[in-house]
């Protein structure tokens, strides 16, 4: 199940049979990390479909809680996609992925969507929300981002793995 152990900002989880370290800041991403905003049933659902060696898309990774997890679990033989346009968001997921010395994550910093180019994205400010939209929001911080299809970043991914396999 899940256990917490909280030291100086930042937050260990066990989440099944592996460890993961993330940070906290504030309380709200204290609440986010450790609530896993009440998803924890789904993720360790999901965790238990996921083997060793598979590729998993994290669309909307956000601060990398559930990347984090799928990442252990592939192990060294899989990959994790993390989709995360939001650009604190993105950093604060590529600082977990060093938290955990994690190598087989990619992180992709651009919206997923049916069609290429420019969106405004809606962003929550407030400390450890995490909470975006492509919906006018008007209490939110409105950003450009880039959009890409889904089908595009699995060629470009599958070219380039491909590359680096004939090298």
Request: hydrophobic letters at 40%.
């Amino acid at each position: 199940r899940l256990r917490l152990l909280l030291t100086a900002g930042r937050v260990s989880l066990r989440l099944g049979q592996a460890r993961a370290r993330f940070l906290a800041s504030s309380v709200g991403e204290l609440q986010r990390v450790t609530t896993l905003m009440g998803e924890r049933e789904l993720l360790e659902r999901v965790l238990r479909m996921v083997r060793p060696g598979e590729v998993v898309y994290d669309v909307g990774a956000n601060v990398g809680t559930h990347a984090v997890a799928f990442a252990l679990r592939v192990g060294p033989a899989g990959r994790v996609i993390a989709f995360e346009p939001e650009p604190a968001m993105a950093e604060r997921l590529q600082e977990h992925i060093g938290l955990n010395h994690l190598r087989n994550v990619t992180i992709v910093r651009r919206a997923l969507g049916r069609e290429a180019g420019q969106r405004t994205l809606y962003v929550d400010r407030r400390p450890g929300s995490g909470r975006h939209t492509l919906s006018y929001e008007p209490a939110y911080a409105p950003i450009s981002v880039e959009m890409v299809p889904g089908d595009a970043v699995v060629e470009t991914l599958r070219f380039m793995s491909k590359q680096q396999g004939s090298n």
